[in-house]
């Protein structure tokens, strides 16, 4: 998809997949996970809110995807990365690397994002070329060209890395969450 290419000018089926997926990540909003959470090991729960906003068309697909192509997967996240553990469905970096390979993900600068698509960040501050993204949101308003607001899961404190909650976020240019914003997909 081009440069020029608009994310509104979709069907009205993409549009009204979109309209679910804002829907369904509203509903998770407020949602938490207690302090006992693994993210590795724990079970997909509403914090994963681009699986769960995109089930299950989404887990069913990156599962298909899986098999179509196990060494691709294994080789970005080892030999454990398979769709047996809940971080598989959870990782950032399986699903953009499926995203990618079904012609949805367009990174930051490539079109206009549209509210109902998932976006993703690289948080870790690993080097400017890195872009190996950390976590992701559901956009659920656009100003312009720039993404304003999201719903994603936060940490409820800055100490504890295992306790997040559902929260919609704003989105402001030049600001850490902006600035951390690498690039966005529809959800098939």
């Avoid at 959870?90 to 930051?108: E, H, M």
């Avoid at 109902?116 to 872009?131: E, K, L, T």
């Avoid at 308003?141 to 909650?165: F, H, P």
Wanted: charged residues 25%; contains cysteine.
């Amino acid at each position: 998809m081009g440069a020029d290419k608009k994310f509104s000018d979709v069907s009205q089926a993409r549009q009204e997949r979109r309209e679910h997926i804002v829907s369904a990540a509203q509903s998770l909003l407020g949602a938490f996970v207690e302090d006992n959470f693994d993210p590795v090991h724990s079970l997909l729960c509403p914090i994963d809110v681009v699986m769960v906003a995109g089930a299950p068309w989404l887990r069913d697909g990156l599962e298909r995807d899986f098999f179509k192509d196990e060494p691709g997967y294994r080789k970005i996240g080892g030999g454990a990365n398979t769709p047996a553990v809940a971080y598989f469905f959870r990782s950032a970096v399986n699903l953009i690397y499926y995203l990618k390979r079904q012609g949805f993900y367009l990174p930051r600068g490539t079109s206009v994002p549209a509210a109902g698509m998932a976006c993703f960040f690289d948080w870790d501050n690993r080097g400017r070329f890195n872009f190996s993204p950390d976590r992701s949101a559901i956009v659920t308003l656009i100003k312009g060209a720039q993404v304003s607001e999201v719903i994603m899961a936060v940490r409820k404190n800055g100490e504890d890395k295992k306790s997040y909650t559902v929260c919609q976020v704003s989105v402001y240019p030049g600001d850490q969450i902006d600035q951390a914003l690498i690039g966005y997909s529809d959800l098939p």
